[in-house]
């Protein structure tokens, strides 16, 4: 080894043993300063972000009692708990809307004698938005079908599909609610047979020979739904206890409308949305049951669009 490269190795090895003695120092320094001013601190514990959720002995729906001690019944609530409560984003979507349309659905069940809690039925079917459409068809707010919507009264033409009407659908699931009560005398199987049919809750009843919904073996769907609603309901009416906070500051505001007679046609309701100083999107939004941009109507028959009141738009205390 020549005397050049002999001379770095023996510059790098002193190089190393400084700084060894270095760390050394500065580590033993700040053992001595804190061996006599800190006190040794306890570990903190993990946080569990994942466990269990919180299910009561009994709960009430629709003022039916409902015990919770079978172990069928109680899992089944359990497994829609702990999908609502840990499916945060889309939860959190529900509470933030629940004002809005419990302000519009509240009052038409109360007038049709339909139990309030139903409209944690409309929130299952739908998530409360308006505009949904399911794999089979069901539209709206109540999801309902064509059918069914027509038989309880709605239009539903190429032009105007009155299940995105919010009070007349919510009008027409409390004619469906009455009647299946009238057979069942039950609202929790009423429920049910929302998911299912009339006929598809009596058939089974007839086959497995019991009036119990929690007693019947039925199809995933419809063995989950009504615990789906029960699950909404606990987490809605005491969010907190499911790891919930929303405050109401942060729930979407209840949007104020007035009502315009529209007894006629329109050829472009870019331009009437103009003449009602709002916008076509605006117009569309608090009317989706219009289906076109035009209205022919050639029967005049009347209808009644939602016009939202000047600052109803517009974000917080300042309306101008």
């Known amino acids: 080894m020549d005397r050049k490269m002999l001379n770095h190795k023996i510059s790098l090895q002193k190089i190393a043993v400084f700084l060894s003695l270095t760390a050394i120092c ?10 006599g001013t800190l006190e040794p601190q306890p570990a903190k514990p993990t946080q569990l972000f994942n466990s269990p959720v919180e299910i009561p002995a009994s709960m009430v729906f629709a003022g039916e009692t409902i015990s919770l001690k ?3 019944v109680r899992e ?9 409560s840990y499916f945060q984003s889309q ?10 349309y419990f302000h519009l659905i509240e009052p038409i069940l109360k007038k049709n004698n339909i139990p309030d809690d139903f409209k944690y039925l409309s929130l299952a079917e739908s998530g409360f938005q308006e505009k949904v459409v399911s794999p089979a068809g069901a539209a709206g707010l109540w999801q309902l079908m064509k059918k069914a919507a027509m038989e309880n009264g709605l239009e539903i033409s190429t032009e105007v599909d009155e299940r995105y009407n919010m009070e007349k659908s919510t009008e027409a699931a409390c004619l469906y609610l009455n009647r299946s009560y009238r057979q069942y005398g039950s609202w929790i199987s009423v429920a049910a047979s929302y ?7 009596r058939h089974q009843t007839e086959v497995q020979d019991s009036n119990n919904y929690f007693d019947l073996l039925l199809n995933d769907e419809t063995s989950r739904y009504v615990y789906r609603i029960l699950a909404l309901k606990l987490i809605l009416e005491n969010p907190e206890k499911y790891g919930f ?3 109401e500051e942060e729930k979407y505001p209840i ?5 315009v007679i529209l007894d006629g046609s329109v050829t472009n309701f870019a331009e009437y949305a103009k003449a009602h100083g709002v916008n076509y999107k605006i117009l569309k939004y608090f009317n989706p049951w219009l289906r076109q941009s035009y209205l022919k109507n050639p029967s005049k028959k009347s209808y009644l669009l939602k016009i ?5 738009r517009t974000f917080g205390q300042d309306k101008n």
């Open 26 to 35: 500065i580590i033993s320094y700040g053992l001595f300063i804190n061996s």
């Open 70 to 72: 079978n172990f069928d």
């Open 76 to 84: 089944s609530l359990d497994r829609e708990l702990l999908v609502n």
């Open 91 to 100: 939860t959190i979507l529900y509470l933030k809307r629940s004002v809005r």
């Open 195 to 201: 998911n299912a049919g009339i006929s598809g809750i």
């Open 245 to 247: 906070r929303v405050t």
């Open 255 to 259: 949007l104020i409308c007035k009502e």
């Open 308 to 312: 939202p009141e000047p600052g109803t």
